[in-house]
């Protein structure tokens, strides 16, 4: 079993998430080290076509120059070890309400679904793993909690008013990790919760949210999940 190594993986993340919540930003020769990570994965940047409701595939833009538009989405599937990683997965609220969806937000692209969270609502681990990183020094983000999962997953919870666990702890799956707030780069009060394969965000209504599955006042394994519009 290798050993965990905060310091490597504090680094890797912390370069990936100076990208910015929604935007893809050229990288300083200092984090250039993620940036050619990402250019060797063969998995694409997920992302879901409303029109036909499949799951669809984004080539991410250069990390080092803009970011290009009008790229021709690709038909994908997620994997099935994926799938089944992610099979008893549960959101991070008791009420879910989807305030701004995955996905193209204008010219920028949004790498997770924002929640609607009242400050002091209670954030809760979406499945067991190890935090990697605890703490509110990433620009944006306010009081984070990152998670690292089985695989190369990981699950993001940002913009809290509290965290409740440190970086190296073990977390259980429904495990009350933060309180949630209106820190960092916010407008308003919620929880942004992100799913990433290594350094690829998914959908995590996608992965989260059964196939069939009508999200208005259904019962998830926490509570209630309601659908919304994008802001």
Not at 15 to 32: M, N, Q, W
Request: glycine share 10%; charged share 25%.
């Amino acid at each position: 079993m290798r050993k965990f190594n905060p310091g490597t993986s504090l680094t890797l993340l912390v370069s990936l998430l100076l990208i910015g919540c929604s935007t893809v930003r050229p990288a300083p020769p200092e984090r250039e080290g993620l940036f050619q990570y990402w250019g060797k994965m063969k998995t694409p940047r997920y992302a879901r076509d409303a029109r036909d409701n499949h799951l669809v595939a984004r080539k991410p833009a250069s990390p080092f120059g803009p970011r290009h538009s009008g790229e021709t989405p690709v038909l994908v599937e997620i994997s099935r070890e994926t799938r089944t990683l992610t099979s008893d997965w549960q959101w991070p609220l008791q009420e879910v309400a989807v305030t701004s969806n995955y996905g193209q937000r204008g010219s920028d692209f949004h790498d997770g679904v924002d929640l609607k969270a009242k400050v002091g609502t209670s954030v809760y681990a979406a499945s067991s793993g190890q935090v990697l990183y605890a703490d509110s020094k990433i620009r944006g983000y306010g009081k984070m909690v990152v998670i690292k999962h089985g695989g190369k997953l990981s699950t993001v919870y940002a913009h809290n008013s509290k965290l409740l666990v440190r970086r190296g702890e073990k977390v259980k799956r429904g495990q009350k990790i933060a309180i949630s707030g209106n820190t960092g780069k916010s407008t308003g009060p919620h929880l942004h919760f992100e799913v990433r394969d290594g350094v690829l965000a998914m959908d995590p209504v996608a992965l989260i949210t059964p196939r069939g599955f009508n999200p208005v006042a259904r019962k998830t394994p926490l509570g209630r999940t309601v659908a919304t519009r994008d802001r």
